[in-house]
Nanobody, 123 residues
Framework: QVRLVESGGGLVQAGGSLRLSCAAS????????IGWFRQAPGKEREFVAA????????DYADSVKGRSTISRDNAKNTAYLQMNSLKPEDTAVYYC????????????????WGQGTQVTVSS
């Protein structure tokens, strides 16, 4: 059974940083692409960042590019999203997801999802 557990969310002031983690089990982690998505109240879930199984390919949404870094540690079955210079508009529930294949930006391209972790950025 595939399980993804996000952690690291919380309340932070604008300009601050957070590192989100996504711990995976029940799959050969090193074979799967990892994606981070977010959903703000009243909005659709949107792509944030993704990293290929090898870590050599990454992609970012324009809204976080230059402020965020996605990474993974295949030995620990864990992926990370480092977010810096946080803005109030980054407030959302952040989800990690996996897909068996190359980096994709669409929600429907991902097979398994975690339950999410709340990130709240105060102004």
């Amino acid at each position: 059974q595939v399980r993804l557990v996000e952690s690291g969310g919380g309340l932070v002031q604008a300009g601050g940083s957070l590192r989100l983690s996504c711990a995976a089990s029940g799959l050969t982690f090193s074979s799967w692409t990892i994606g981070w998505f977010r959903q703000a109240p009243g909005k659709e879930r949107e792509f944030v960042a993704a990293i290929s199984w090898s870590g050599t390919s990454t992609d970012y949404a324009d809204s976080v590019k230059g402020r965020s870094t996605i990474s993974r540690d295949n030995a620990k079955n864990t992926a990370y999203l480092q977010m810096n210079s946080l803005k109030p508009e980054d407030t959302a529930v952040y989800y990690c997801a996996v897909r068996y294949g190359s980096v994709r930006l669409g929600n429907r391209d991902y097979n398994y999802w975690g339950q999410g972790t709340q990130v709240t950025v105060s102004s």
